[in-house]
């Protein structure tokens, strides 16, 4: 099977590039940047162009506009990449038989106070423009009657790109005190493991007959703070003074989940897969880093 990978640069890109080296299937990979080869899916012509020239019978969206504060002012642009294109996406692989697997958020929650873990079926309520568009595609996709598999994750990191793993290696390396909110809980998510649990629906033809939206995180639930102390236990950063806040002190243009936790029983009765602890894929990831 021929399948397209959109955001190939991204974090989960890089991911799914290591993952699908050992694959029965041919995997083809885009983005914007230079390195890569170019789709702009806000085109739907051309997304259907590469669909027929390529025989793609499923795309993998990992691109996606994901600067939550500079979606409150960035205008159309969000809509168009977080709704527009994964409906452009969608229905393409309408029209090919084909599935599209698409990434979601847990922004898509957070008007509500929650205090347990949030299942598929629960209406999304989100805060700000980034999450409101991430919806809106989900909502775009399903639209379209093609078959499809939306992910929603939360807290993702990799080796790649910008993360907030990256960004506090550096800072607990360097600061002799940080303060970290610790008012915010969720679940870090290794993006090697999405990407591995993807593929592993793929490879073994999983999809057939599961159209519908899935919760993957990694197990387990913490703060920003639990996370940050974490990091640097790992990487063995100890001089920093690494001291707990509220959010309140870290002024947004939007306000943040203060629980998202994302409850995984959907995703491991559809399909059989085993998700890792948040603190054993922590340390396999800043392992690969260093």
């Not at 993957?216 to 640097?232: H, L, P, R």
Request: net charge negative.
């Amino acid at each position: 099977m021929n399948i397209l990978v959109t955001g190939a640069n991204g974090q989960l890109g890089n991911e799914m590039q290591l993952a699908s080296k050992n694959s029965r299937d041919n995997y083809i990979f885009t983005d914007v940047c230079d390195g890569y080869r170019k789709l702009d899916i806000t085109d739907l012509e051309a997304i259907r162009k590469e669909v027929r020239d390529n025989d793609i019978k499923c795309i993998i969206n990992c691109a996606a506009w994901t600067n939550v504060d500079k979606a409150e002012t960035a205008g159309d642009i969000v809509e168009t990449l977080n709704a527009t294109a994964p409906e452009n996406l969608a229905k393409a692989m309408k029209e090919a038989g084909g599935l599209l697997v698409h990434i979601s958020t847990d922004y898509v929650f957070g008007a509500d106070p929650y205090n347990t873990p949030c299942n598929e079926e629960q209406q999304g309520n989100p805060t700000g423009v980034y999450g409101q568009t991430k919806l809106h595609g989900e909502r775009k996709i399903i639209a379209t009657g093609a078959d499809y598999l939306i992910f929603r994750t939360a807290w993702l990191y990799s080796e790649f790109g910008h993360n907030f793993l990256k960004t506090m290696l550096n800072l607990t390396s360097t600061k002799p005190q940080l303060r970290v909110v610790f008012d915010q809980t969720g679940t870090p998510t290794y993006a090697g493991d999405l990407a591995e649990a993807i593929l592993d629906i793929i490879d073994n033809r999983k999809f057939a007959g599961n159209s519908g939206i899935y919760h993957y995180s990694n197990e387990g639930v913490c703060s920003w703070y639990d996370f940050t102390k974490q990091i640097a236990e790992i990487a063995g950063h100890t001089a920093c003074d690494i001291q707990p806040c509220h959010s309140s002190e870290y002024p947004s243009p939007v306000t943040r989940p203060a629980y998202s936790v994302l409850d995984k029983t959907k995703v491991k009765n559809t399909f059989g897969i085993k998700i890792p602890y948040w603190t054993d894929s922590l340390k396999k990831c800043i392992s690969n880093i260093k």
